[in-house]
């Protein structure tokens, strides 16, 4: 599928705006949940899947340094 310009640009503008909000999570200013919160809302305001490459949500959790189940996300991306 090829990349469209409205596409092309909506996802910079995500990308802009989630690299503030990565900026203040690695101030302290956000929490990774706060973080997690802020990307899910702009991955809708912006059209940008959450099974996107672009969307900045880390495939380890640093919490039991495990990889995240694919039962659920992979699953539900293949779905989509």
Known sequence: ???????????????????????????????????????TMQGEKFGISSCSLYRGIDLIYSGFRGNMSHYEEVTKCQEQ
Not at 11 to 33: C, N, V, W
């Open 1 to 39: 599928m090829p990349v469209t310009d409205d596409y092309r640009a909506r996802l910079e503008r995500y990308l802009a705006s989630m690299l503030q909000a990565k900026r203040m999570l690695s101030m302290g200013i956000l929490t990774p949940d706060d973080y997690a919160i802020i990307d």
